[in-house]
């Protein structure tokens, strides 16, 4: 029987939250969808483990830490491998993209100069590191997916991160970063966009 879900996060696409909604979704697990708008963090978050989210309750039980809810999510909706080797693999990749996550989360709380001087250090330091290294993975894997030769959580943590700095919602991170030190990435993200479920999911939302 499935638990009853219930995905509390920010209300807009990306960040922590949206590949897990993303995951539920390819896999038809019925979830609520919890949105919330940036005035109602402060409170909310008094409910949360550590303040932050996302959150997800299971049967009403509440878990935190967005890695471990994805991967979980990833298992009911078959996104998650079942060998050990290959989901080791898929480890790696979200566990990278979220240690990138959080160079960039600081930046968020900051403004003017010195925001502009803290993502400038990332565009010319760690991002391309993990930018190439994620790319390294790709081809080294058939170029498709990052893990078990088929969609997984890996490709749509990755598939988020890339939209994100090709957005443009970025100040001071050049929308063509992706493209210049790692294109693999930016055809991968296009690929999984492309896919008749994610091409949905963002539908249901352009439709209201």
């Not at 922590?16 to 940036?38: N, Q, S, T, V």
């Not at 760690?126 to 078990?148: I, K, N, T």
Request: with cysteine; charged share 20%.
């Amino acid at each position: 029987m499935m638990p009853q879900l219930k995905l509390t996060y920010f209300d807009f696409h990306g960040g922590r939250g949206e590949p897990a909604r993303l995951a539920l979704h390819i896999g038809g697990i019925p979830f609520e969808d919890h949105r919330f708008a940036f005035p109602e963090f402060a409170e909310l978050r008094k409910s949360t483990p550590f303040g932050q989210v996302p959150v997800l309750h299971v049967d009403g039980v509440q878990v935190s830490q967005c890695d471990a809810i994805l991967r979980y999510v990833g298992k009911l909706a078959g996104l998650y491998p079942t060998d050990p080797f290959q989901a080791l693999l898929c480890d790696e990749v979200t566990y990278v993209v979220e240690n990138a996550n959080d160079k960039i989360s600081p930046t968020y709380r900051m403004t003017g100069e010195e925001q502009k001087a803290a993502r400038l250090a990332l565009v010319n330091g760690s991002m391309p590191v993990y930018l190439r290294w994620l790319e390294a993975q790709l081809l080294a894997h058939g170029g498709d997916y990052f893990a078990d030769h088929r969609l997984t959580i890996a490709d749509l943590k990755v598939f988020v991160d890339v939209r994100n700095l090709n957005s443009g919602r970025l100040d001071h991170v050049p929308t063509d970063l992706v493209q210049s030190v790692a294109p693999a990435l930016n055809a991968h993200q296009q690929r999984i966009a492309a896919t008749p479920a994610i091409q949905a999911y963002y539908a249901s939302f352009n439709a209201k």
